[in-house]
T-cell receptor, first 115, second 113 residues
Framework: IAGITQAPTSQILAAGRRMTLRCTQDMRHNAMYWYRQDLGLGLRLIHY???????GKGEVPDGYSVSRANTDDFPLTLASAVPSQTSVYFC??????????????FGEGSRLTVL | QQQVKQSPQSLIVQKGGISIINCAYENTAFDYFPWYQQFPGKGPALLIA?????SEKKEGRFTISFNKSAKQFSLHIMDSQPGDSATYFC????????????FGKGTHLIIQP
C-alpha cells in the first residue's frame, strides 16, 4: 500500500539519549516534512525538505536534525533528548515543494516519551 | 511569523446538527486554505480545501466558507454524524513561503448520538 511509513510507532527514551525517527515514502513525492503535535499547540513544523539533498528549518527546529540523502527517506534525529521533546511526531510528504505545496500526506505518527 | 488562529478549541454537537469551526489569518499572501481531519491514533488527512478566488466550496456534507476581506474561513459540517467526531485543523499555505503549511491549533469535535 502506497504511503508513508514511520518507525518506531512509540518509544520511551531516557533523557540525554540519541534517537532517530525513521520516515519512508513510496509515492516519489518531492517534498517531505516533520511536524510535532502537542495538545493545545496543534501541528508545528520542525524541518522540511523540498527535494533530495536539501533541507530547511521550520518553526521549532532546535534540538532536531534531518537529512535527505534520497527521495524516499527523511529521518529525524534527536541528538540528546530532553523531556520537552515528548510529543507525537508526524512525517508528511507532498508532490510539489513549497510554495505550491498542495495536499500533505501524513504517516500515522511516532509517539515519543522522554523521561 | 505566519499564523492561523482557530476556534473553538473543542465543540460538542448533537447528531444531525451543524458543526461550525472558524479560522482567521493575518498574512494576505496565503493562497491555499485546506482543512484536515484527524482520528485518534492516526495522522491528519485532507478533508477539503479552497483557494481565495471562490467564496464557498462544498463536498458532500462539508462546506468551506471563505471571506477574503475579513481574512476568515470556516468549516461547516451539515447533518453531523458520530463518525465525524475527530480533531479538525485548518491550515494555510503562503504562495511566497518556503515551508509548506501553517496549521491552526485544532478543534476537538464530538458528535453526540
Amino acid at each position: 500500500i502506497a504511503g508513508i511509513t514511520q518507525a518506531p510507532t512509540s518509544q520511551i527514551l531516557a533523557a540525554g539519549r540519541r534517537m532517530t525517527l525513521r520516515c519512508t515514502q513510496d509515492m516519489r513525492h518531492n517534498a517531505m516534512y516533520w511536524y510535532r503535535q502537542d495538545l493545545g499547540l496543534g501541528l508545528r513544523l520542525i524541518h522540511y525538505s523540498n527535494t533530495a539533498g536539501t533541507t530547511g528549518k521550520g518553526e521549532v527546529p532546535d534540538g532536531y536534525s534531518v537529512s535527505r540523502a534520497n527521495t524516499d527517506d527523511f529521518p529525524l534525529t534527536l541528538a540528546s533528548a530532553v523531556p520537552s521533546q515528548t510529543s507525537v511526531y508526524f512525517c508528511a510528504s507532498s508532490v510539489a515543494p513549497p510554495p505550491n505545496t498542495g495536499e500533505l500526506f501524513f504517516g500515522e505518527g511516532s509517539r515519543l516519551t522522554v523521561l | 511569523q505566519q499564523q492561523v488562529k482557530q476556534s473553538p478549541q473543542s465543540l460538542i454537537v448533537q447528531k444531525g446538527g451543524i458543526s461550525i469551526i472558524n479560522c482567521a489569518y493575518e498574512n494576505t499572501a496565503f493562497d491555499y486554505f485546506p482543512w484536515y481531519q484527524q482520528f485518534p491514533g492516526k495522522g491528519p488527512a485532507l478533508l477539503i480545501a479552497i483557494r481565495p478566488d471562490v467564496s464557498e466550496k462544498k463536498e458532500g456534507r462539508f462546506t468551506i466558507s471563505f471571506n477574503k476581506s475579513a481574512k476568515q474561513f470556516s468549516l461547516h459540517i451539515m447533518d453531523s454524524q458520530p463518525g465525524d467526531s475527530a480533531t479538525y485543523f485548518c491550515a494555510a499555505n503562503s504562495g511566497g513561503g518556503a515551508d509548506g503549511l501553517t496549521f491552526g491549533k485544532g478543534t476537538h469535535l464530538i458528535i453526540q448520538p
